[in-house]
């Protein structure tokens, strides 16, 4: 098997990478990233004969196209917004595909992808980081409990991490400054950024954080996996200085799309705002943790049941990698483990609780120390 890790030279694709060398059933291991000479000393690092890095530009068409000949599975690891393009080349090149999620808008835009995928016998596996991913396996692990599913609450936090963005500022930006959803009564509505603000207990030391709802692409699949599900909701929790500091540059119109005219150029506030800190270093040192609680409500037999799942992930220091780049990449590569050893329910563009059984991707990330334990059950009659 060959696999391709686009973008596996940056945070998740390192993590990602780094766990595809441990799987015998890969052959060849290509890091694809715009910056070669990064994916070459990744390589170098890597220290393992499989692997080769190649450039591909994500936003070029023909350099998509060429990089994915002859590949048996595509691993997206870049920016959501790259999702559709990187599909339409596999789609053109017969390969499987997995991504780390759409942030809701896209993902429903690769949904409709799914009977061409299905046509061409491929798996297309949206959302397979941490969340989405894991939380989307607890939630079918929880609805395999269940007679009927009512409700998925997903919360995640984070502690440590130094300052600043823990992951693409961008897609830290988006989820605090697009409007969120949320599932509720069995109707799908708009959430304002930043709102439903509810504090909440996660693993230690984590421990009691302030979440809010954001965009998310469990929201496109989870509400449609389960008939009759009435309630899904998504919050997240940042630092508090984050979130105060992203509060700030809404109030001050730097998250604006409005264009405006400056040394005669146009430009948008965001459209500099992203530039700027794409430029800018990523949080030095090791000190994180992450934290996510699913809880996945319903009946069984005559009684009210409430499963609660939850996991918490340190940085991998052995690897050198931070929390949050380890518990989003491993998921990826043990799903494209997979996928390689063709352990997946259905072909076509699928969300992960519709593509794995559970206990699969479960007994696969435990190798990895992530562990999602059952932490409650609660029933009621």
């Known amino acids: 098997m060959k696999i391709l890790a686009i973008g596996g030279g940056g945070a998740m694709g390192k993590a990602a990478t780094r766990a595809l060398i441990n799987m015998p059933i890969f052959e060849e291991i290509i890091i694809g990233d715009l910056n070669l000479e990064a994916a070459q000393n990744w390589a170098q690092k890597l220290n393992d004969k499989r692997v080769r890095a190649i450039r591909v530009d994500v936003t070029d068409a023909v350099s998509l196209l060429s990089a994915t000949k002859g590949v048996d599975i595509v691993a997206n690891l870049t920016l959501y917004e790259f999702n559709v393009p990187i599909m339409q080349a596999c789609l053109e090149n017969r390969c499987h595909y997995l991504d780390l999620g759409g942030l809701y808008h896209v993902t429903q ?61 961008k897609t830290v930006l988006d989820e605090c400054t697009m409007n969120a959803f949320v599932f509720e009564n069995g109707e799908m509505k708009a959430a304002p950024p930043l709102s439903g603000r509810e504090r909440y207990v996660l693993p230690e030391p984590v421990g009691e954080v302030e979440g809010f709802y954001s965009i998310h692409s469990e929201l496109a699949t989870l509400s449609y996996q389960y008939p009759g599900i009435q309630n899904v909701s998504f919050r997240v929790a940042f630092s508090p200085r984050l979130v105060n500091m992203v509060e700030t540059l809404i109030d001050l119109k730097l998250t604006s799309l409005e264009k405006f005219s ?62 949050g780049a380890y518990w989003t990449g491993v998921p990826a590569a043990v799903a494209a483990e997979l996928m390689a050893e063709g352990k997946y329910l259905a072909t076509g563009a699928l969300a992960p609780e519709a593509a794995f059984a559970p206990e699969l991707v479960f007994a696969k990330l435990a190798d990895y120390d992530l562990k999602i334990a059952l932490a409650q059950e609660q029933k009621m009659r």
């Open 109 to 169: 835009k690769q949904l409709a992808l799914h009977e061409k995928f299905k046509s061409i016998n491929r798996l297309a596996l949206l959302g397979m980081g941490a969340s989405p991913g894991m939380t989307n396996v607890a939630a079918a692990m929880g609805a395999q409990q269940l007679d009927h599913v009512t409700d998925i609450h997903i919360r995640t936090g984070t502690t440590g991490g130094g300052r600043g963005f823990g992951y693409s500022a």
């Open 262 to 323: 400056y040394k005669n150029l146009d430009i948008a506030p965001r459209e500099f705002l992203d530039a700027h800190l794409m430029r800018l270093p990523k949080p030095e040192g090791l000190s994180e943790f992450k934290a996510f609680r699913v809880e996945v409500g319903g009946m069984k037999d005559v009684e009210r049941k409430t499963l609660v799942y939850e996991i918490l992930v340190p940085s991998k220091e052995e690897w050198g990698i931070k929390a």
